[in-house]
């Protein structure tokens, strides 16, 4: 069972910051935060991880809060492209990642 | 670089028949390979997962099996596929060890009729 919450579904408007909130409040201490992004019909795509400190990368970044119970992923200047369901995923080591529903995210022109 | 293949891409069966999809990872060595499902409107099921050659790690009961010939080569098998069997069938590698990410292939769509 996905250790997660997310909303279903979000709008963004082409250009601003996409703000996709995800709850974990029994994540535990050696548990990463990752978050995948799956556009129709393709293979899931790798976006971030982190474990306690927030992080950056070219597509975006993760904010963690200090109890890691919750964390926020942003798309700084959201794309048509960026059109994807996306998901939050808590997991531990080299474990299988267990995709929950994530949250559909429509960016709107 | 590592690179992932799945073949075929495409495939519509009719029931009763059986099934082979297959994936291979190139440039890298013991990976760990996975097979996920995603049916029509549902999210990702992982159906099996392996860490060597002939360790195969089955997360779902089902009519389906997997099976790893060799280091870098992930199979799904059925001998009989089921109307319930159609969806998006989609491996993935990571690194033997550490929190390592998981790429996945293009994936294989199956139609059973």
């Known amino acids: 069972d996905a250790k997660t919450t997310q909303p279903t579904s979000m709008d963004c408007a082409e250009g601003r910051a996409a703000n996709l909130p995800c709850n974990h409040s029994?994540?535990?201490?050696?548990?990463?935060v990752y978050w995948y992004r799956q556009i129709h019909s393709q293979g899931p795509q790798y976006i971030i991880h982190?474990?306690?400190n927030n992080e950056t990368n070219e597509m975006a970044s993760l904010i963690i809060t200090e109890d890691r119970k919750s964390s926020t992923l942003i798309l700084p200047h959201a794309t048509l492209r960026d059109t994807a369901v996306y998901y939050c995923i808590v997991r531990l080591g080299n474990t299988p990642l267990v995709f929950g529903k994530g949250t559909r995210l429509s960016v709107i022109a | 670089s590592q690179t992932i293949h799945q073949w075929p891409a495409t495939l519509v069966q009719p029931v009763g028949s059986p099934l082979s999809l297959e994936c291979t990872v190139e440039g890298t060595s013991n990976p760990n390979l996975y097979w996920y499902r995603q049916a029509a409107g549902r999210g990702l099921q992982l159906l099996f997962y392996s860490v060597g050659i002939g360790q195969i790690s089955s997360e779902v009961p089902q009519n389906l099996s997997a099976s790893r010939p060799q280091d870098r080569q992930f199979i799904l098998s059925s001998k009989k596929l089921l109307l319930s069997d159609s969806g998006f069938y989609l491996c993935?590698?990571?690194?033997?060890?550490?929190?390592?990410?998981?790429?996945f292939g293009a994936g294989s769509r199956l139609t059973v009729l």
């Open positions: 993935a590698w990571s690194e033997g060890s550490g929190a390592n990410v998981l790429t």
């Open positions: 029994t994540i535990s201490g050696n548990e990463y």
């Open positions: 982190g474990l306690k």
